[in-house]
């Protein structure tokens, strides 16, 4: 089973991908392989952002907890 990788070694890798394919010697293929790799590392980031966003709660002045 494979592990997954924190977030922030998660937006690490983003951006060597974007890096890479700023790289002009690229060829078409590996710039499409480092394009497909790039979104899926951005869905992992926004799955990531929303399971921490619902787990985020507000305490308010009642001492009552409510999601942010």
């Known amino acids: ?23 002009e010697e690229l060829s078409l293929e590996e710039s499409f392989r480092l394009y497909q790799s790039g979104m899926e590392l951005l869905k992992q980031c926004s799955q990531a952002i929303d399971q921490v966003e619902k787990k985020v709660l507000v305490l308010n002045d009642e001492g009552e907890t409510h999601e942010f």
């Open 1 to 23: 089973m494979e592990e997954k990788i924190n977030l922030e070694e998660t937006f690490d890798k983003l951006e060597e991908t974007v890096q890479a394919l700023e790289q």
